[in-house]
């Protein structure tokens, strides 16, 4: 692995939704594919607001354990989990296209075909973040097949 390579594998920076009055500064995403084979594919470096989100039923009422939706179907549960994060993140004045990393948790590695279908769908053309794809033992409310966590550049 060359320096350069190194150096900006170590520089992956994390900020934390920008207050407005610190926003005269300006974020920019930087996307950098030192493998040829990663460009087009995803990215593997990036400069960076982190929430984790499942198919957890928002409407639940507060202190509640929240149900869990689309029992046992992954990629009803990724859609949704996507169209969470898609909602939070324009609170803060982001979008997909302004995700720069995402970790996915499963409870099955069979469930990363519709994870990566689901993830196709939800970027759209857009360029796919840096990802981690994890298989873990199980989440926090029984009947969640995946958790995703992503990491945005937010101006706000």
């Known amino acids: 692995m060359s320096f350069v390579r190194s150096f900006l594998a170590c520089c992956v920076v994390t900020v934390i939704a920008v207050p407005e009055a610190a926003s005269a500064q300006s974020l920019e995403v930087k996307r950098f594919n030192p493998s040829e084979w990663t460009k087009g594919r995803f990215t593997e470096v990036v400069t ?19 149900p869990i939706l689309h029992l046992g179907n992954p990629y009803e549960q990724c859609r949704y989990a996507y169209d969470k994060i898609k909602r939070l993140l324009a609170t803060h004045g982001a979008a997909l296209a302004d995700v720069v990393k995402q970790v996915v948790y499963v409870t099955d590695v069979r469930f990363q075909a519709d994870v990566a279908r689901c993830r ?37």
């Open 48 to 66: 960076v607001y982190l929430a984790g989100v499942g198919a957890e039923d928002e409407k639940a009422p507060a202190g509640a354990s929240a």
């Open 120 to 156: 196709r769908d939800a970027y759209g053309d857009g360029p796919i973040p840096a990802n981690t794809f994890l298989v873990i033992q199980a989440l926090a409310i029984p009947g969640m097949l995946l958790e995703i966590d992503v990491t945005a550049v937010a101006a706000k």
